[in-house]
């Protein structure tokens, strides 16, 4: 298999690069994953993960729901349901960080399009990219989005959005230096930047360690933080303006890592701990299982 092995770190180039933990592929090889962490800024990444060209059939299984959208299951219809709310939670929050109640949007990774839907029935122009073709044929098929294959990405006017959002999409893209530098391109003067990302300094990370659900190897290739993603945007020309906690993702990932742990009732132990994290998350909201970020551009580079 062709594998990529990071020699530097992706945020700040360090070499000193420390194997930290060992995960599982529960979803759909059973093969084991290093993560490997940075000495110098303390980012954590998978370690010699498939190529681009062969990740691929780690997607393939039945039911990887954010494409397939099947509904069978208790946690998958926790999902679908968790999702309905989510998109007016989105759409408010799109609307209220942009200042605007129409305007341009990309959607990247847009899976099989509710929210490139849900934006584009608010009266939004909506731009949408996803990489998998079925999804794609879904979001046609169902929303009559014509949504852009991975390579329309050069066709794409620079400078023309209002708002780029990647939701739970960041994490999965090889080539993550390349996206920010594209995001920046792509975005107003004045647009907002808006990525949602699993936090692997959270409640739910730390209590199960290894055994996390979100560090989901080897389709997640980065492990961000609140200090790593504004490292990111940083580094790129952004200033982090905003944190927002989605506090109904710890209990998804809760309930999917009991179920990989098989451990019994995997619902309740999923409920309570998704019930802890979410209290920890209303103190501290950096310690929510995932987080969006609101970033603008700098004023200047
Ligand atoms: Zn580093």
Known sequence: MNKVTIKACPL????QLEHTLTCVDHYASGEAF??????????????????EAEIGRYYETPDYISHSDTRKGLVNTLYHWVRTVMLGRKARLVMNEAHRRRGRLLDIGTGTGYFAHAMDERGWRVDAIEKNAQARAFAKEHFGLEVLPDDAWASLQEGAYDVITLWHVMEHLEHLNDTWERLYRLLSPKGVLI???PNCSSFDAHKYGGQWAAYDVPRHL???????????????GFILAERHPMP??????????EKYMHHNLPFVRGLLTGTLAWFSALVRKDRSSSLIYVFRKKQSR
Do not use: E, I, N
Request: neutral net charge; proline residues 4%; contains cysteine.
């Open 34 to 51: 290093h993560l490997c962490r940075c000495s110098a800024c303390g980012f954590l990444f998978t370690q010699d993960f498939p190529a």
């Open 12 to 15: 700040c180039g360090g070499t």
């Open 222 to 236: 980065w492990h961000f933080t609140p200090g790593t993603m504004q490292q990111f945007g940083a580094k790129h």
């Open 248 to 257: 109904f993702d710890a209990f998804y990932v809760s309930m999917l890592t």
């Open 195 to 197: 990525v949602a990302v």
